[in-house]
């Protein structure tokens, strides 16, 4: 099976950065992608950025572009999101996702989640 974990999240004021990591171990030999995706409260999940985990195609929500990287190391079975400019509205728990066949924006073709990091931005 595989296990995914967040580490890094934290309350930051707006304006800061912030680094997320996942560490995935297991059967990551069957990943196509990674991703991330936050979830507020009284919200529904939302796509913030997925990279391919061969080729390190990757592609970004529009609001996030520009403020986030996501990057990996193969070696160590992780994957990073980091964030800058941080905002309120970036408030959120962040998940890690991993898929065996897609590096989309829809949830619903991820098939495994870590536990989630919250992130909480002040203003």
């Known amino acids: 099976q595989v296990q995914l974990v967040e580490s890094g999240g934290g309350l930051v004021q707006a304006g800061d950065s912030l680094r997320l990591s996942c560490a995935a171990s297991?059967?990551?030999?069957?990943?196509?992608?990674m991703g991330w995706f936050r979830q507020a409260p009284g919200k529904e999940r939302e796509f913030v950025a997925a990279?391919?985990?061969?080729?390190?195609?990757?592609n970004y929500a529009d609001s996030v572009k520009g403020r986030a990287t996501i990057s990996r190391d193969n070696a160590k079975n992780s994957v990073y999101l980091q964030m800058n400019s941080l905002r309120p509205d970036d408030t959120a728990v962040y998940y890690c996702?991993?898929?065996?066949?897609?590096?989309?924006?829809?949830?619903?073709?991820?098939?495994?989640w870590g536990q989630g990091t919250q992130v909480t931005v002040s203003s």
């Open positions: 996702a991993g898929s065996t066949y897609y590096r989309g924006s829809d949830y619903r073709h991820y098939n495994y």
């Open positions: 297991g059967r990551t030999f069957s990943f196509y992608a």
């Open positions: 990279i391919s985990w061969s080729g390190g195609s990757t």
